[in-house]
């Protein structure tokens, strides 16, 4: 922030740091073996009068010094060049904190350099205890360097007490300053007996050859046997949360994981091979080989040490963007572009707003991605999200991110890079408006004069999301609809008919009409379709259903009935691909794909290859729905409390995050909450609260019941919502909903405009499944259905929601509204029957 940035591009996201670093500490380290070696081998040579040997020393320390003291030296030159341009402000810290050890660590390397060159120049001239000297000194310097070093690196892992008492000893020796040192070491020892066998195969007399061969192998496996050790004391000293960064939740360490793992064994045998069972057998290609298996295996190492860092250039202490970690809340509250010292656009205005995402993204994001490169590039990433999608992974990094670092700067900074990183950077997806073809729906005639019947349909549901798992392959919709029926017989007591009556329904689809019998149940008729009707290729989220009733093979009445379904789910916001089709509508199977991807990276499953098979997944098999009878798999989260609970963590906390997955944006091709509710300005949070409310009281439950991952969601979600977690209720998805008498106490016109935290007691108290106070008529038939109440308001059409009251009273309130008791009552009522206040005079007036 403080300093002007490098770009590097295809060579960023540490590539150049990796190349420069890896190649420098797989020398160095050879450096501090490779003294030992030196030392060892001639006293072997000595103890055995062997001149052969002793010649073999010779040749190798010209080797040893030239690989080290050159390509070694220009490699930690490289190292400190390229650090001092990347990370400016951490090596300015470190060097301030252990400036003494650095300067310790250069007398050192100093006195290794004199010392390697008297070893070398002395052969032959110095009597072998006095040369042996001169090896031991270079030994015990370059140790002594690896000792000083070591404490710096891994100061940067785990700073440990330094962070509170700012003592140079507490930073020098962490909590894991020991077990690297051993680690090191051994692994030091290792690579000596690898660069060996560099030499040692060139050895052209035969006995000897396969003697030091044999020798070189002997210094793998001790030292491999002891490396293995000091990792898990490495492990088990590195703090919780980085060992949960490390080996869980930073996923670029698993094949790095995996390499180190599977290295072992394989250097073992190899050193086993050379050692005991065949050193003749060892040439050239073989020895190389070994070397690249152990730059491999040290860089492995080195790949997981450096990403358990993150989010952090020094843990716990400096971010990865340089931004001191007591210095971001100031940065977030007044802007990076206003703190930041090499930026040309300190304000963000309408002309200016792709400049500033560029200097935000290279301030934020280059430090750690590459553009193109091999490493850790950002452009696939990019491409993935929408604006708004991209916005809530940059809102949420940290705490549902922990890899990456809070973002640092404010709202507005957010949305103007999401916006350049996905329209600037790279062409990601982006939504266009759906054009919407209205259509004007004649109601069903009907003669309040004659008509001796009239009869109300509703759904149990106003608007059915719809994953369409023939086209898309992942099934994770709602349960299809349940039609609901009744018939009145008008007068002036009138009566619900369910005998000697038969009511029959037909919607039309595209693939042709869907016919049935409804069945009676209570008051009413019912009939639960099977699945949920393909809806129209022409985008509208709506169905026609016609209802009729007939009585001694004549229809006697008949009405038609909206079944809203959409199919606008917002999963490609994040996880990318199109829209099936166009129109901003469908499922794609590239989305789903890449959301069973993540799955089974996070969940350890095999949904992915289920789905490559052809194969529908379907999300209610282990996470259980009430809605739809499914059990699910004991132990894990019903599917309301993972969607919403895993989704909550990661999603931008505002009103509208709702949208992100359900139809719910004006520009969609489904639209705005379409009911008396939308159109009086109240959003889905104003009955089921912010997303992370929502969530909240889903996971509640399902901690009560000590289900896997509740406690934990719970706690990445205890300051997103706007209602303190501790007061919010838990409750069960679909048996227990926003009651509406929380707002409209005694029926009476609305005193609050939230009923979020007002659970009713159980399914069979819904709105769905109330009745009149009589106990007769359903609400729902008055009413319409929650999310689609009467008054309706769709975009495609101001009929489609209203047919009914259109129907029998030529106007869009609920049934019988405004004294229109007529409806099904044929003289003037002065009592209010069915609930207080039926008589009063609607109040949202539609014109």
């Not at 989260?637 to 990661?650: I, K, P, Q, T």
């Not at 959003?683 to 409310?693: K, M, N, R, V």
Request: include cysteine; glycine fraction near 8%.
């Amino acid at each position: 922030m403080n300093y002007p940035v490098w770009q590097l591009d295809a060579f960023g996201g540490g590539l150049l740091i990796a190349i420069i670093a890896i190649i420098h500490v797989y020398i160095s380290h050879f450096a501090v073996g490779g003294g030992l070696f030196l030392v060892l081998t001639e006293m072997k040579g000595l103890r055995e009068g062997s001149s052969e040997i002793l010649a073999y020393t010779r040749r190798h320390t010209k080797f040893f010094l030239l690989l080290t003291m050159v390509l070694g030296g220009m490699t930690g030159v490289g190292i400190w060049f390229t650090i001092a341009l990347l990370s400016p402000a951490a090596t300015s810290s470190l060097i301030h904190i252990f400036v003494f050890a650095f300067a310790i660590e250069w007398v050192f390397f100093l006195a290794e350099i004199v010392s390697l060159l008297f070893y070398y120049y002395t052969f032959d001239r110095l009597s072998p205890r006095k040369h042996l000297i001169l090896g031991w000194i270079y030994f015990g310097c370059a140790w002594a360097s690896l000792f000083t070093i070591n404490g710096i690196i891994d100061f940067m892992l785990t700073p440990g007490s330094w962070l509170t008492d700012n003592n140079f000893w507490s930073g020098f020796f962490n909590p894991t300053f020991w077990p690297a040192l051993f680690f090191r070491t051994f692994m030091a020892l290792m690579i000596a007996g690898l660069f060996g066998f560099m030499t040692s195969v060139n050895i052209k007399e035969t006995t000897l050859r396969h003697k030091m061969v044999r020798y070189c192998g002997l210094w793998l496996l001790p030292p491999l046997v002891l490396l293995l050790g000091s990792a898990l004391w490495y492990k088990t000293a590195l703090p919780p949360a980085l060992q949960e960064m490390i080996f869980n939740r930073a996923p670029e360490m698993k094949p790095f994981l995996a390499l180190f793992i599977w290295l072992s064994p394989l250097i073992t045998a190899c050193g086993l091979a050379m050692a005991v069972l065949r050193p003749q057998g060892v040439r050239r290609p073989l020895a190389w080989l070994l070397l690249l298996l152990g730059f491999l295996y040290l860089g492995s190492f080195e790949f997981i040490r450096e990403g358990g860092r993150r989010p952090y250039l020094i843990h716990d202490y400096m971010y990865s963007t340089s931004i001191k970690k007591t210095d971001l809340p100031q940065v977030q509250k007044t802007g990076l572009l206003a703190s930041a010292r090499w930026v040309k656009n300190r304000k963000i205005t309408p002309e200016n707003r792709m400049d500033a995402g560029k200097e935000l993204f290279t301030l934020l994001c280059l430090p750690c991605h590459s553009a193109g490169g091999p490493l850790n590039d950002i452009l696939p990433l990019a491409r993935r999200f929408s604006p708004a999608g991209m916005r809530s992974f940059l809102a949420t990094m940290g705490p549902a991110n922990p890899y990456m670092p809070p973002f640092a700067g404010t709202e507005e900074e957010q949305a103007v890079l999401a916006d350049y990183l996905t329209t600037g950077l790279v062409q990601g997806i982006s939504d266009n408006k759906t054009h919407i073809r209205k259509e004007t729906i004649a109601p069903i005639p009907f003669n309040e004069e004659t008509a001796e019947y009239l009869l109300l349909a509703s759904a149990d549901k106003g608007m059915i999301l719809s994953s369409e798992p023939e086209q898309s392959g992942i099934d994770f919709s709602f349960a299809p609809p349940t039609l609901r029926a009744q018939v009145i017989l008008r007068g002036t007591a009138p009566s619900v008919l369910t005998e000697d009556i038969q009511v029959t329904y037909r919607i039309d689809t595209d693939n042709g009409p869907l016919i049935g019998n409804m069945i009676p149940s209570g008051t009413a008729f019912e009939a639960n379709l099977a699945a949920i009707p393909t809806v129209s290729k022409d985008f509208r989220p709506y169905l026609l259903a016609k209802i009729e009733a007939v009585k001694d093979g004549n229809i006697i009445t008949s009405t038609r009935l909206k079944i809203g379904i959409s199919t606008e789910i917002g999963c490609r916001n994040c996880h990318g691909g199109p829209w099936r089709q166009q129109g901003r509508t469908g499922l794609s199977r590239e989305t789903a794909a890449a959301i069973l991807a993540i799955h089974d990276k996070r969940s350890k499953t095999q949904l992915s290859q289920e789905f490559a098979r052809g194969q529908i997944v379907v999300c209610q098999s282990c996470h259980a729905d009430s809605s739809r009878g499914a059990a699910g798999q004991s132990g894990l989260l019903n599917l309301s409390a993972a969607m919403h609970g895993f989704h909550a963590v990661y999603l931008y906390k505002d009103n509208n995050s709702c949208a992100f997955c359900h139809a719910n944006s004006a520009e969609g091709a489904t639209g705005k909450l379409e009911d008396l509710h939308g159109t009086l300005g109240l959003e889905c949070t104003s009955c089921h609260g912010t997303l992370a409310d929502h969530a909240i009281s889903l996971l509640k439950e399902e901690q009560q019941a000590q289900k896997s991952g509740s406690s934990k969601l719970l706690i990445l979600l205890a300051d997103k919502g706007e209602v303190a977690s501790a007061a919010i209720k838990g409750r069960k998805p679909w048996d227990m909903e926003p009651d509406c008498l929380t707002c409209h106490k005694g029926f009476q016109p609305p005193d609050t405009s939230t009923a979020f935290n007002s659970w009713n007691a159980d399914k069979k108290d819904l709105f769905v499944h109330r009745h009149s106070e009589d106990g007769v008529l359903l609400c729902s038939s008055c009413h319409g259905t929650q999310h689609s109440l009467y008054p309706t308001d769709n975009p495609y059409s101001k009929e489609a929601g209203n047919l009914q009251p259109l129907q029998y009273q030529n106007n869009p309130y609920p049934l019988g509204t405004n004294r229109g008791c007529a409806v099904c009552h044929t003289v003037a009522m002065e009592d209010e029957l069915h609930h207080p206040g039926s008589l009063g005079t609607f109040r949202a007036r539609m014109e």
